[in-house]
């Protein structure tokens, strides 16, 4: 499923090269998982602006509204300059003036959705409820601390949900409790402030790790899950129940071995002996 460091680098390796383009064509393809909202030839003829992320989502500003576009569980964007005819996957086709914008998608939950303005209507409705961006320096220990307290669900549940930082999904959930020795099974409400510190500085460096990965593979952005592949073999626990825990201890390596449960049908990993409670 592409996570918000996807997003984000599928965002940067096609926004510049769309900047300003005129839409010629919209082609449509199988439904997706909300309707495009509009009819697709008025979309013809206006200008698309600079396209920004917020959570999972793309916003893609035109003259007139603009369009907010997900990539489900399996979707992907590719902008080309001369794309072939759609496939039996590829849904959404915007051509411009500059190349065509193809949204590939063969389980179909992505979406293209048609919306007057990012903070209006169905933008506004799919946006709402989303958490902080990790990089928003709004995002700090205390506030982690104060959206925390209350809550009773394992903190790993808590981060997964997205309603208080947005892009903690399963893997980057995984790794940053163990960068910050949290127990993923810790009752929220139990986190101090000091291991929030922590905490939403190992979110932040987990993401900005990804994001790191992802910009070097940016040159050949065709597969997305390819990329997400990539980070997993930097990943620390995620994937490597039985395996030794590669913290090291100022008197040593932990000596831990990476274990694997269920919270909320997703698979947790992590160190019982360095992440506490
Ligand atoms: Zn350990």
Redesign the pocket.
């Known amino acids: 499923m592409p996570e918000l460091p996807e997003v984000e680098v599928t965002r940067q390796s096609f926004a510049g090269r769309i900047h300003g383009a005129r839409i010629h064509a919209v082609r449509v393809g199988k439904p997706l998982r909300w309707p495009l909202g509009v009819e697709p030839e008025s979309l013809i003829s206006q200008a698309v602006g600079e396209v920004t992320r917020r959570g999972k989502y793309l916003w893609m500003p035109l003259d007139r509204g603009g369009l907010l576009i997900h990539l489900g569980m399996s979707g992907a964007l590719a902008f080309s300059e001369r794309a072939g005819d759609p496939g039996p996957h590829d849904h959404f086709d915007l051509v411009t003036g500059q190349g065509t914008l193809r949204l590939t998608d063969p389980r179909r939950f992505g979406a293209v959705v048609w919306s007057p303005a990012l903070d209006a209507g169905a933008a506004a409705k799919l946006l709402a409820g989303l958490g902080l961006e990790p990089f928003d320096p709004a995002f700090t220990g205390k506030h982690l601390h104060a959206a925390l307290r209350g809550r009773r669900v394992a903190i790993k549940q808590a981060l997964l949900g997205g309603a208080i930082v947005v892009g903690a999904g399963n893997i980057y959930a995984c790794e940053a409790l163990f960068e910050a020795g949290i127990d993923p099974r810790t009752r929220s409400d139990r986190i101090g402030l000091a291991r929030c510190e922590r905490l939403a500085g190992a979110v932040r460096s987990t993401l900005a790790r990804a994001l790191e990965l992802g910009g070097s593979t940016l040159r050949n952005f065709s597969d997305a899950h390819g990329m997400a592949g990539q980070f997993q073999l930097q990943a620390r626990v995620y994937g490597r129940a039985g395996l030794p ?1 590669l ?1 090291l201890q100022p008197e040593g390596r ?1 000596a ?1 071995t990476i274990k694997r449960i269920v919270q909320g049908q997703r698979a947790t990993y992590f ?1 019982p ?3 506490r409670r």
């Open positions: 825990c913290r932990c831990g160190c002996v360095c992440q």
